[in-house]
Nanobody, 125 residues
Framework: QVQLVESGGGLVQAGGSLRLSCAASGSIFSISLMGWYRQAPGKQRNLVGHVTTGDSTKGDSAKYVDSVKGRFTISRDNANNTVYLQMNSLKPEDTAVYYC??????????????WGQGTQVTVSS
């Protein structure tokens, strides 16, 4: 079994910063992608950004939605199967439950999507 465990959510004032982390564990053969989604009450779960796994000739590649570009940064510690979301200059509209997401191949060579449990981020004005 593969699990994603998130941490780092909380309450912060507008303009402040938070860092979320997500660690994958279990029978992991490889990870193709790790990233973050968020969902506000009554709204759809939307992509924040993700990092796709590179190779020997090209490093990992990160993409972000326009609303967080320049403020959020996703990084990966591939050796420890961990992804981080550094959130700076937070705005009230960033308030949501943030979910870690990964595409993982297990030791049975089965490729599946996995979700973290979610962590609440609340930004006060």
């Amino acid at each position: 079994q593969v699990q994603l465990v998130e941490s780092g959510g909380g309450l912060v004032q507008a303009g402040g910063s938070l860092r979320l982390s997500c660690a994958a564990s279990g029978s992991i053969f490889s990870i193709s992608l790790m990233g973050w989604y968020r969902q506000a009450p009554g709204k759809q779960r939307n992509l924040v950004g993700h990092v796709t796994t590179g190779d020997s000739t090209k490093g990992d590649s990160a993409k972000y939605v326009d609303s967080v570009k320049g403020r959020f940064t996703i990084s990966r510690d591939n050796a420890n199967n961990t992804v981080y979301l550094q959130m700076n200059s937070l705005k009230p509209e960033d308030t949501a439950v943030y979910y870690c997401y990964a595409i993982i191949t297990n030791w049975n060579r089965i490729r599946s999507n996995y979700w973290g449990q979610g962590t609440q981020v609340t930004v006060s004005s």
